[in-house]
């Protein structure tokens, strides 16, 4: 008798609706993406400067070479197409990649209305400026 009481209060229990943490979910996500981003823009941004710091050591070592001319040299050796992508297409899509992973659509609590939000790292900035400064170096020095 006791028994089927048990079964019967147990039937008839309801499970309570717990609403689904979202915050946690939207900040593993930026958390995540942040990381991959930046490991991702260190390799876009890596290939430039290795570029740039052959330049300064051939410079370094064959002292009546000027900096400018050894930067030449390994641009055309390069070729055109790549020369283009490597000083100015990577570093491009590099800030674009920091851009999109620091910039957030976030919608308020009452849910009327949506905001971007900004957030940027340290890494992240310094990143920004060293893809900045390859774009602006071969802009103006190279081309």
Known sequence: MQNDDLEEKLRSITLPDVPPLKHQDTVMRGLFTERRTKALVIWIVALPLYMVACG?????????????????????????????????FLPFFGLAAIAASSVRLRQDDAGSGRYLVAHLSPANAVLALLALSIVLYSIFLLW
């Open 56 to 88: 300064a050591m051939k410079t370094l070592f064959h002292a009546g070479l000027p900096f400018q001319s050894s930067m030449e040299e390994i641009r055309l050796s390069l070729g055109q197409p790549v020369s283009i992508i490597a000083f100015l």
